[in-house]
């Protein structure tokens, strides 16, 4: 998989993986990060939180993220992103600027932020008794779900890893295009 990946070169790659609390993004990813790892790629992730949160605490998305492999984690919700960094009373930054942060990777692997128009995958569990996100986000662009799904879009089982991760090598965008999209958030 590594070849696919070197024309990116020293432009980074980004996708982000939305759904549902309880669905299994963080999961996924802790499957995918050594995968790709594996590949000899460097990844990283920034998390969005919607609560307070501390950071890098044993068996939490960013200490998960971190121990699965991950170069670099950044966590942000409403009161603040870390790299230990706090807003005190700012508002949260835009994604764009999140990703402004990062330290060069191959690969950037956004989880959450549902509601900023970047490209996604649909990380769905019916276990979850949510809906699906897919018809109304136009960020959406494929589905790793753990049932059959009609539409148009790539829709892959929630653990294949494999099939996944080609999807994400698909999808994932150069960091200039995803900053070009986000340049009206907030």
Same mark, same amino acid.
């Given at each position: 998989m590594r070849g696919v990946w070197e024309e990116a070169g020293k432009r980074m790659k980004v996708i982000g993986l939305a759904g549902w609390s309880g669905a299994g993004k963080t999961t996924l990813l802790t499957r995918l990060i050594p995968h790709f790892v =594996?590949?000899?790629? *460097?990844?990283?992730? %920034? $998390?969005? =939180? &919607? &609560?307070?949160? #501390?950071? #890098?605490?044993?068996? $939490? #998305?960013?200490? !998960?993220? *971190?121990q699965s492999g991950a170069s670099e984690v950044l966590i942000s919700s409403g009161r603040r992103w870390a790299l230990m960094h706090e807003l005190r009373g700012d508002d949260e930054p835009p994604l764009a600027q999140l990703l402004g942060k990062m330290s060069q990777a191959d690969l950037v692997i956004v /989880?959450?932020? $549902?509601?900023?128009? &970047? *490209? $996604? %995958? /649909?990380?769905? *569990?019916? =276990?979850?008794g949510k809906s699906f996100l897919f018809p109304d986000d136009p960020g959406i662009a494929g589905i790793a779900a753990d049932v059959s799904v009609e539409t148009t879009l790539p829709v892959v &089982? !929630?653990? #294949? %890893?494999v099939a996944i991760a080609t999807l994400i090598e698909r999808l994932a965008m150069p960091i200039a295009d995803v900053l070009a999209g986000l340049s009206s958030e907030r």
């Open positions: =594996a590949q000899g790629l *460097r990844v990283s992730t %920034i $998390k969005h =939180a &919607h &609560h307070n949160f #501390d950071v #890098d605490v044993p068996g $939490k #998305d960013s200490w !998960l993220h *971190r /989880e959450g932020f $549902k509601a900023v128009p &970047h *490209r $996604k %995958i /649909e990380v769905f *569990r019916t =276990a979850n &089982h !929630l653990d #294949d %890893i």
